[in-house]
C-alpha cells in the first residue's frame, strides 16, 4: 500500500513576523514590514535603469562637449586658445568666453567664420550652427 502525504495548503494571509521584526514593530509604534517588502520587490535590472539614467546625466551631451574643447585646443591658434574656450553647446549654438574685450572684438570682426568652419569639418554642421562669444 502506498501512503501519501496529506495535502497542506498553503497559509492564510502574511506569513508569521520574526521575532525581530515584533521588537521593531513595537519600538517603532507601527509595522513597517509590508512598506519595506514593497520597497524590496520595485527592484529592477540595471539594464532597465542605465538608459533612465544616462539621459538625465546627459551623459552623450557631456561626451559632445569635452570632445569639442579637445578639437578647440588641437585645432586652433595657441594665442586665440590662451585668451578663448568654449564654455557651452545649447541647440546647435557653441559659447565661447573670451577673457577681454580687445579680444572679443578681434575673434567677432575677423576669426568667426574661420573657427566656425573648422569646428563645423571636425565635429559636423549639424551640432555646431552658430558661435556666440562673451567676455568673461
Do not use: C
Amino acid at each position: 500500500m502506498i501512503r501519501r502525504q496529506p495535502f497542506s495548503a498553503p497559509p492564510l494571509g502574511p506569513p508569521r513576523s520574526s521575532a525581530r521584526e515584533r521588537v521593531l514593530a513595537a519600538w517603532r509604534g507601527i509595522d513597517l514590514v509590508p512598506v519595506e517588502v514593497a520597497a524590496r520587490s520595485a527592484e529592477k535590472a540595471p539594464a532597465a535603469v542605465l538608459p533612465k539614467l544616462l539621459g538625465t546625466l546627459r551623459i552623450e551631451q557631456r561626451k559632445s562637449e569635452a570632445e569639442i574643447v579637445r578639437i578647440w585646443n588641437h585645432l586652433l591658434d595657441p594665442t586665440v586658445v590662451a585668451h578663448a574656450h568654449p564654455t557651452g553647446l545649447h541647440e546647435g549654438t557653441l559659447f565661447v568666453t573670451v577673457d577681454s574685450s580687445p579680444w572679443l572684438n578681434e575673434l567677432v570682426r575677423y576669426r568667426r567664420k574661420e573657427i566656425l568652419d573648422r569646428l563645423q569639418h571636425s565635429v559636423g554642421r549639424q551640432l555646431i550652427q552658430r558661435i556666440s562669444f562673451r567676455v568673461g
